[in-house]
């Protein structure tokens, strides 16, 4: 019987170094355009999504309401943002694309896709949709509570095979 952190670890590496071919493969053209891939996905969520709060961005984009002030603050030095408050309370602010940041990402967000799909040309497209499956059930398993996870890997080492 394999052990499980052994290969846990293995395709723990593994999912490290295909993100980072990835990554390598589609950062030089985000760095072209002075963004990093957050910023480029901040952009794309209020292209595809429309004015959103920075909470919901944060979620959306996978980072930290922190991080997302920063972001949010340095597509707005650059005129690709602009904060809106609600008219009705104040405290609300919507994050919406500005005419520049609208042009700026409907350039760059297909050639954006061009090249994620060739970095992924690896794989058929059935693969590509297993892949997706099988990060999605590794996400929501990664957000499982840690004595929960350990009950789960106890339970595999004291199940024979």
Do not use: W
Request: charged fraction near 25%; proline fraction near 6%.
């Amino acid at each position: 019987m394999a052990d499980p952190v052994a290969v846990a670890l293995g395709a723990y590496v593994k999912l490290l170094r295909a993100s980072r071919a990835v990554l390598t493969r589609v950062e030089p053209r985000l760095a072209a355009h002075g963004l990093t891939p957050t910023q480029l996905g901040v952009l794309e969520a209020l292209l595809h999504k429309g004015p959103l709060s920075p909470g919901e961005l944060s979620r959306k984009v996978l980072t930290s309401p922190g991080n997302m002030t920063d972001v949010i603050d340095k597509l707005a030095a650059r005129d690709l943002v602009a904060r809106q408050r609600d008219r009705g309370d104040r405290r609300h602010v919507r994050i919406d694309l500005t005419a520049c940041g609208r042009a700026l990402i409907s350039e760059l967000f297909p050639a954006h896709a061009a090249d994620i799909a060739a970095a992924m040309a690896g794989l058929s497209e059935c693969e590509l949709e297993l892949l997706g499956t099988l990060l999605r059930r590794l996400g929501q398993g990664a957000g499982v509570p840690a004595e929960a996870a350990a009950e789960v890997l106890r339970e595999t080492l004291a199940t024979p095979d």
